[in-house]
């Protein structure tokens, strides 16, 4: 989280996301998806930058050791 700015109460906050990668790791048995995040006052002033990691894990099919 990088703050650029502190809300005053009564702010109206927009916050707009996007992914911005999608990666795999251990022959894709994690998945990795990045998402960043705008945070905006009503006068389009910045508020704030947010970045987040979502990990997925996916099992290992049946039979495979």
Do not use: W
Not at 1 to 13: E, K, M
Not at 18 to 25: G, L, M, P, S
Not at 36 to 59: K, W
């Amino acid at each position: 989280v990088q703050t650029c700015a502190l809300p005053i109460s009564g702010d109206r906050l927009t916050i707009r996301s996007r992914i911005t990668d999608i990666y795999a790791k251990k022959g894709g048995m994690l998945e990795f998806i990045v998402r960043e995040s705008a945070v905006t006052d009503g006068g389009g002033r910045n508020m704030a930058d947010l970045r987040e990691v979502l990990v997925l894990r996916h099992p290992q099919p049946q039979g495979d050791a």
